[in-house]
């Protein structure tokens, strides 16, 4: 029974990524955004490669549905409809492909993306197309899983007051994350063996939310976000060894999503 809460991955991994869940649910409350990143790369480095990306993705549902639960009234309404068509696309696009890539090449993948969203900013015209960033950003997703930053990008160049930029962020990745778990489901992915593990990440997830949002605009953001981008450099750094490490050793082979 209670093996069925870890996942078989044993207990101190298990209280590794719930006390990750927590923090990063605080941190992408209290400072916009980053904690999904970090969840992923952390994931990425415990998890079966096949399981990376739709395992984050139903715990992001979790996640980015209590932030949104808890403002919901400050949603900026308009970029919905037209990000949720452009998500859809993505989603399906980027599932006719994904079965296809070696586990190895998902390390490096996301590992890249990773470095990629702390060294650039996506180009202008998705940054100002709810429809085109949510289409860009769900394929990219189903393959790399943090878009987090990506959609951020779009939602900052909105100008939005602090708690509507985080609002209407959760919202959209909230819609992203349910298409992208609705995909994977039907190409086979078994979540019925993650589903106690994900929903105790989504319970810790939940009470990080609300911790980050009682001290939301407290913090000194200009030094989180360098020790952010730290962290993050070294763990996508990391995956891309690993990754790389596995296709010059000639272990990659096709990735199940069992």
Known sequence: MFEALHAGLGWPVAMTLLSLSFASSF???????GGGAIMLAVMATLLPAAAIIPVHGLVQV???AGRLALMARYVQPHVIGPFAIGSLAGVLLGGSIIVQLEP????????????WT???????????SAMMTGGFSSFLTMFFGGTGPFVASFVRALDLERHKHVATHAMLMTMQHVLKTITFGFLGFA???WLGLIALLIAFGFLGTILGRMVLSRINERRFKLALNVIL???ALRLI???ASELWMGGGSTGSLN
């Open 191 to 193: 979540f019925s063996s």
């Open 118 to 128: 702390i060294v650039s900013t996506p180009p202008a015209f998705l940054r100002k």
């Open 62 to 64: 979790g996640s980015n």
């Open 27 to 33: 941190i992408t409350v209290a400072f916009g955004i």
């Open 241 to 243: 060894y690993a990754g």
């Open 104 to 115: 190895a090449w998902i390390q490096i993948g996301v590992g890249s993306f990773i470095l």
């Open 233 to 235: 450099t070294v763990l």
